[in-house]
């Protein structure tokens, strides 16, 4: 609670800080990031995708050097570009940026969800049980599985708290999808 405080100081009194709408290079940035992830892409067009995933987080990092982020949205919507890193070190600012986010907008869902999904992202490229899940993972035979959970480490409850499914719901959502594909 006392580091959340600090970043909300931090954020309140710093010269960058504005009243303003969500910039809207940022939502165009998250919009096109989300599009790539709706068309399915294929081992063919995987490469693209990274590509532009590269030259998205390029820029988001760009307009964070800038101080251009002022408001919930903004925060969330650089989060979840940076969440599809591939480092720990964009995973881990996907995290901070999405807690900076419900900090000055306690009620926003998409974020609360991203917090739990960051982390359990950071979980698995340390090869670790995530807490959450909200990270799957292709077996053997190219389907997908839900990646290894940690049972004791947040309840059904916690979960719910994120906007997280329960264990039970994501172990169907997913098995539904390897019977429909």
């Known amino acids: ?4 405080k600090v970043i909300l100081a931090l954020l309140l009194f710093s010269p960058f800080f504005a009243i303003a709408g969500d910039n809207p ?14 068309s399915e892409p294929t081992l063919d067009t995987w490469r693209g995708v990274m590509q532009r995933d590269s030259e998205r987080r ?3 990092l760009e307009i964070l050097k800038d101080g251009q982020l002022s408001t919930a949205w903004d925060y969330y919507n650089a989060a979840l570009v940076l969440q599809h890193g591939n480092s720990a070190e964009d995973i881990r600012l996907a995290h901070s940026l999405s807690t900076i986010a419900i900090t000055l907008d306690p009620g926003h869902k998409r974020a609360k969800w991203l917090l739990a999904a960051s982390w359990d992202r950071l979980m698995l490229y340390f ?25 004791a480490a947040v309840t059904d ?19 539904s999808q390897r019977e429909n594909k």
């Open 1 to 4: 609670m006392v580091i959340q």
């Open 25 to 38: 290079e940022l939502r165009s940035i998250k919009e096109a990031d989300q599009a790539d992830r709706r």
């Open 58 to 60: 390029t820029r988001v």
């Open 127 to 151: 090869k670790q049980p995530q807490w959450y899940g909200t990270q799957s993972v292709r077996d053997s035979s190219g389907k997908g599985v839900l990646y290894p959970v940690d049972p």
């Open 157 to 175: 409850a916690d979960r719910a708290a994120l906007g997280v499914p329960s264990l039970a719901e994501t172990q169907a959502r997913i098995e």
